[in-house]
């Protein structure tokens, strides 16, 4: 990675989290969905990132969003499974040895390759904050219908954001 590329991904970051934390926490539609746009930082990772680090910056990214929302470890949990999930989905989706492009963004994967690794990674991530933030399966179908409606809002505002911000890609 070069400079440029750590440059821009930090200032996603931050501007991620500023997002998330300022303008998204108290955004709630009648208690049953929830946005969570910082997952879009993990997910536009680039390709060639070392799987350690992966784990330590969606730990940190976790860590630092659990200290602004009083939750313990929820957060952090949860971005640690989407790292997972991330290193699964691309491991067999892509060839390694032949990246072609530097990071898993909208233009240059392609809508159908990347709303599939969004909503299976937004899923996992949301699945592991709602049932830990319940921490019971009494109300399973009630968490469930949560996780299942804050990950097409989610979903919607990552794709929306994709469209505006994306580069394309040049045939």
Partial sequence: MNSKTIFINIFRWFVLLFVQVFLLR???????????????????????IPNLLLFIIAFGTGLTLDSFYDTLGVHTTACVALAFVRIL??????????FDEPEPSLGNMGFKW???????CIFVHHFVVFFLEAFKLSEFSYTLGRCVLSVIFTLFL?????????????N
């Fill in 114 to 120: 990347f709303s599939i690794y969004a909503i299976l």
């Fill in 89 to 98: 989905f691309i491991s067999v989706s892509v060839n390694r040895d032949a």
């Fill in 26 to 48: 108290n955004l709630s539609f009648y208690n049953l969905s929830t946005p969570f746009i910082y997952v879009l930082f993990i997910l536009v990772l680039p390709f060639g």
């Fill in 158 to 170: 990552v794709l929306l954001v994709e469209f505006i911000f994306h580069n394309r890609k040049s």
